[in-house]
């Protein structure tokens, strides 16, 4: 099974990492890439979520942040996972996530084994929230 993949954040150097890191895990592949949720719900409205498996978004980004695009994808693309991947984040940020149905959360700084395992628990319609 191969699983496609959104990835939103505003820093080039992390998609890059990303993508550098997803070069090891095949069953992942890399639809899109997008600065803010903006783009992404663009996106989405405009090509649907038909392939689409998972949404990897940073939390603070320009014109729409990683919280709110994660509210409006559950309300209107529900069947998209979302994952998280942030350094800005406070007990406040992940309640509120977890009220909007996120499916996981993962520090930046995590292992890149943890951010696969993450990833490949979510696609696998579990929860996944790092014990940091």
């Given at each position: 099974?191969?699983?496609?993949?959104?990835?939103?954040?505003?820093?080039?150097?992390?998609?890059?990492?990303?993508?550098?890191?997803?070069?090891?895990?095949?069953?992942?592949?890399?639809?899109?890439?997008?600065?803010?949720?903006?783009?992404?719900?663009?996106?989405?409205?405009?090509?649907?979520?038909?392939?689409?498996?998972?949404?990897?978004?940073?939390?603070?980004?320009?014109?729409?942040?990683?919280?709110?695009?994660?509210?409006?994808?559950?309300?209107?693309?529900?069947?998209?996972?979302?994952?998280?991947?942030?350094?800005?984040?406070?007990?406040?940020?992940?309640?509120?996530?977890i009220q909007n149905n996120v499916?996981?959360?993962?520090?930046?700084?995590?292992?890149?084994?943890?951010?696969?395992?993450?990833?490949?628990?979510?696609?696998?319609?579990?929860?996944?929230?790092?014990?940091?």
């Amino acid at each position: 099974m191969k699983y496609n993949l959104i990835i939103a954040d505003d820093h080039k150097m992390f998609i890059d990492g990303l993508l550098s890191i997803l070069s090891d895990a095949p069953e992942f592949s890399v639809t899109t890439t997008a600065k803010n949720g903006a783009q992404v719900i663009k996106y989405l409205d405009i090509n649907g979520t038909k392939d689409l498996h998972l949404l990897i978004t940073d939390l603070s980004m320009p014109e729409m942040d990683g919280i709110e695009l994660n509210r409006i994808i559950k309300e209107k693309y529900p069947t998209l996972k979302t994952l998280v991947v942030s350094m800005h984040i406070d007990g406040g940020m992940i309640e509120k996530l977890i009220q909007n149905n996120v499916d996981g959360y993962v520090p930046k700084n995590a292992e890149k084994d943890e951010l696969l395992t993450a990833m490949r628990t979510i696609v696998k319609g579990e929860k996944y929230f790092s014990r940091k």
